[in-house]
């Protein structure tokens, strides 16, 4: 049940508790990539695996401002400070509680999120107002099985644009994509990154080849995520939530 597309009384009416709440981000993702594709990613996810899932449940709007300061330099990008997007989730995962949906997975699709969404989950369960469990989907497969590095607009991203939305894709900017990648995420040295932002180490970016890319790659990527979230409901749907005691 999407809360966007339901009325209260129906919502009213919903035999969960459980949730699923979409975070993602508005940056650039190369020329050839459009900048919701993070959040584009979790919604279509979570809007997934609620469709498979074996019983009921309610999914979010998403939450399309992310943490992507990084990504500065690039004319579009959008973002918020880990504070606001900490409490902005924070309060929406109290709201859905307070409805009697007290079970909530964060679908997240960028990584800049994950240290804030870590942080507000923990505290939120940890003082009872909700059990809730981050969820980032890319981390939760294992690229080698697909032969492709996840990248930034690389081949990953793109095909799952290309699969569930291919007309934001740019293909004929494919080679100008390629020819201005990144190596990698930032400038390591003696284990620290010394970069801060995008611009630094990307000079289109993106990181990765987006031709190495496709259709069907996308569709195995949406349905193997899909399988992983759907597992991870029902782990969350069956779990203890009794607290360990004080000592």
């Known amino acids: 049940m999407h809360l966007s597309e339901t009325t209260w009384t129906d919502a009213d009416a919903a035999d969960t508790d459980l949730a699923l709440l979409p975070t993602g ?3 650039q993702h190369g020329p050839h990539a459009p900048m919701g594709t993070d959040a584009l990613s979790a919604e279509t996810i979570a809007a997934e695996a609620a469709e498979t899932y074996d019983g009921e449940v309610i999914v979010a709007p998403p ?10 330099q690039f004319t579009g990008s959008l973002w918020v400070s880990e504070d606001t997007f900490r409490s902005y989730v924070g309060e929406t995962i109290e709201s859905l509680a307070s409805h ?3 079970r909530v997975v964060v679908v997240n699709g960028h990584g800049g999120n994950t240290d804030a969404l870590r942080e507000v989950c923990g505290s939120i ?3 009872g107002d909700a059990y809730a469990v981050p969820w980032t989907w890319f981390d939760a497969l294992s690229f080698d099985e697909y032969g492709v590095e996840l990248g930034h607009g690389g081949p990953v991203e793109t095909a799952f644009v290309q699969a569930v939305r291919p007309e934001l894709v740019h293909e004929d900017r494919f080679g100008d994509a390629a020819a201005g990648a990144g190596d990698g995420f930032g400038e390591f040295q003696q284990g620290t990154n010394l970069a801060y932002d995008f611009a630094e ?4 970016g993106n990181v990765g080849d987006p031709g190495d890319a496709d259709a069907e790659l ?3 990527l949406l349905a193997d995520a899909t399988a992983a979230l759907v597992d991870l409901l029902e782990s969350v749907a069956e779990r203890d939530l009794t607290r360990p005691p004080h000592r």
């Open 25 to 27: 981000s508005t940056e």
């Open 63 to 72: 939450v399309n401002v992310g943490v992507s300061e990084e990504h500065r």
């Open 100 to 102: 009697g949906w007290g």
């Open 125 to 127: 369960t940890r003082s």
């Open 201 to 204: 180490f990307s000079e289109r």
């Open 218 to 220: 996308g569709e195995r």
